[in-house]
């Protein structure tokens, strides 16, 4: 990788407002504003997130970086997300870019995550294979080099995030509950009540499947409560949705990599999920168990951050991966990573 290459990274696909300068993989900034008016609505309003990120994204854009000379080129994600939120970003990057006439950068968000265990890091070989969990996507990525993807395994409904948020929702906690989640399950016994092992006997498939288990679990928590829920109860059913979803993810990816037809002796890990310490623990075991080293996301950019942005943009710079023409980048609310490139 070319030396002394700084990328200023924006993102805006979802409820945070984040910006970034990169060094290749070395962080020389990271600012971010994460909207909290989502919290009472159950999930992201997209029009809420779009008035957040223009009230925003020039104090954000401006506290990252402190010379605009000093930039190489400009990055920013271009899907998948919400499109009105992508926007923003999109029209700030593009504006930068033509104002200050540096290159122009679109990123795909899952492959920022996919990246993000790479910041401040530089000793991880490929091919490697990826997982990213996050509240929009859970995926088991081939990466046989950086730019060339392949998913291995997917959800056919919910994200792991996603599934998470929702058993929290059930149980009364604001959105976006999976951290609140783990806090309640870390005090709760996760055999206390009993819920279905997602396709089970079907790991051949390679698929993940959340919805049948959120299915279950609100008749549970309506059974189990014919009033308000106590302290203990919630704790125990945190810890049971929690140890089934997690348990589900494992096993698939543990099929998934022993059948695969490439020995593989990395694994990267990122996305929002993966904040979370019994996840951590779980994919830990899994690597001993199979001889696969784990690189985790840093905590600090496990959720959506622009500095994974720029650690995948600097790797498209050196490609040569520009946009051409400005006026045709718009937005990809369904990028999907293996397309990326
Ligand atoms: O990567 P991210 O910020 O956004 C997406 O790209 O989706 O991930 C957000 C997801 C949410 O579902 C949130 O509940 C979950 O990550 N999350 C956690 C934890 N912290 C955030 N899930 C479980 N345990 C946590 N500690
Ligand atoms: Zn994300």
Redesign the pocket.
């Known amino acids: 990788m070319r030396e002394f290459m700084k990328i200023l990274a924006i993102e805006t696909?979802?409820d945070?407002t984040a910006a970034a300068v990169v060094e290749n993989t070395t962080v020389l900034s990271s600012v971010k504003h994460t909207q909290l008016e989502h919290a009472d609505w159950g999930g992201i309003v997209p029009s809420i997130a779009r008035r957040d990120h223009l009230a925003f994204i020039d104090k954000v854009v401006e506290k990252s970086m402190h010379n605009i000379d000093t930039i190489d080129a400009v990055a920013v994600t271009a899907g998948p997300?919400l499109a009105i939120a992508l926007e923003v970003g999109i029209n700030k990057a593009k504006e930068l870019a033509l104002k200050y006439d540096k290159p122009l950068i679109a990123v795909n968000?899952i492959e920022g995550?996919l990246l993000s265990p790479m910041a401040n890091k530089i000793d991880i070989s490929y091919p490697a294979l990826g997982l990213v969990?996050?509240?929009?996507?859970t995926e088991l990525i081939f990466i046989e080099e950086i730019g060339k993807y392949k998913i291995l395994a997917q959800t056919l409904d919910d994200?792991?995030?996603?599934a998470?948020?929702k058993a929290?929702r059930i149980l009364g906690m604001p959105y976006?509950?999976?951290?609140l989640?783990?806090k309640a399950a870390a005090l709760g016994n996760p055999k206390k009540y009993l819920l279905p092992l997602p396709m089970a006997g079907r790991e051949d498939q390679n698929e993940l499947s959340y919805s049948g288990l959120k299915a279950a679990f609100l008749r549970l928590v309506t059974t189990v409560t014919s009033d308000k829920v106590t302290e203990q109860e919630k704790n125990g059913l945190a810890a049971s949705f929690q140890n089934r979803a997690f348990e589900h993810l494992i096993r698939i990816i543990r099929h998934s990599i022993s059948n695969f037809e490439f020995q593989i002796s990395n694994l990267l890990v990122g996305?929002?999920?993966i904040?979370?310490?019994e996840?951590r623990k779980r994919l830990t075991s899994l690597g001993e168990e199979l001889g696969i080293r784990i690189y985790f996301a840093p905590m600090e950019y496990?959720?959506?951050n622009a500095v994974m942005i720029g650690i995948a943009a600097s790797f498209k710079y050196n490609k040569g991966l520009f946009v051409k023409d400005f006026s045709t980048l718009d937005r990809i609310p369904r990028w999907k990573v293996d397309q990326s490139g």
């Open positions: 696909s979802a945070d997300g968000h995550h969990v996050s509240g929009g996507h994200a792991l995030g996603e998470l948020d929290a976006p509950g999976g951290a989640l783990e996305g929002g999920v904040a979370n310490q996840l496990t959720g959506d």
